[in-house]
């Protein structure tokens, strides 16, 4: 990609071929160092592309041809976030009165028969970054560092560029998945 990355990847959080890429999911680690985040990904299944230091050095830990687990288990429906009137009403209200775990699965395999951009992205079309940053409570992350900012906001032009994507097809991931609604709220990418 460019020299302001250094490849530092982990085979393990490859899973499969990623053939088309719609999206970027950005994500805190809940870790204080880039390091830190390195030791989990060493026994970890799940992780991100690409990770951003606190000093905003890049790091591409896994292949942009490879699938990482980044996403969650689970996917947010986008129609109930963002145009309700776009839902089907009738199937959503039959999700919604089901207990929490089953109407969170039901929403899941629902959202999932979409396509992309009417659905959230999931593992199999989008790119992950992860910036570090801890998590201090159930709703808030550390304040992202300027560097960090500046850093995600060059290599979203970067990955825009590569892929034919736009600001428009960035999320956090707390807005895809079920995550603590603070992960990279402080993010800025455009």
């Known amino acids: 990609m460019d020299g302001r990355i250094i490849v530092r990847r982990y085979l393990n959080l490859e899973h499969g071929r990623l053939d088309k890429v719609v999206a970027l999911v950005l994500h805190q680690t809940d870790s204080s160092t880039a390091q830190q985040t390195f ?18 050095q890049i790091y591409q830990t896994a292949s942009l041809l490879m699938r990482c687990y980044h996403v969650g288990k689970h996917i947010r429906s986008k129609c109930l976030e963002i145009d309700k009137p776009s839902c089907d ?8 009165a089901m207990s929490f775990s089953n109407h969170v699965k039901a929403i899941d395999a629902h959202e999932r028969a979409k396509s992309y951009p009417l659905r959230y992205p999931v593992n199999g079309d989008s790119i992950g970054i ?5 998590s201090i409570d159930d709703k808030t992350y550390e304040k992202i560092t300027s560097e960090q900012n500046t850093s995600v906001q060059w290599l979203t032009g970067e990955l825009y ?3 034919s994507i736009s600001s428009s097809d960035v999320y956090r991931h707390p807005e895809v998945s079920y995550k603590n609604r603070g992960e990279a709220a402080s993010a800025v990418w455009k």
């Open 39 to 56: 030791n989990s990904y060493i026994s970890s299944q799940h992780g991100a592309h690409f990770l951003v230091d606190k000093n905003g």
């Open 89 to 96: 009403s009738a199937a959503m209200a039959k999700m919604l």
């Open 130 to 134: 992860e910036i570090v940053g801890r």
């Open 161 to 163: 560029s590569h892929f």
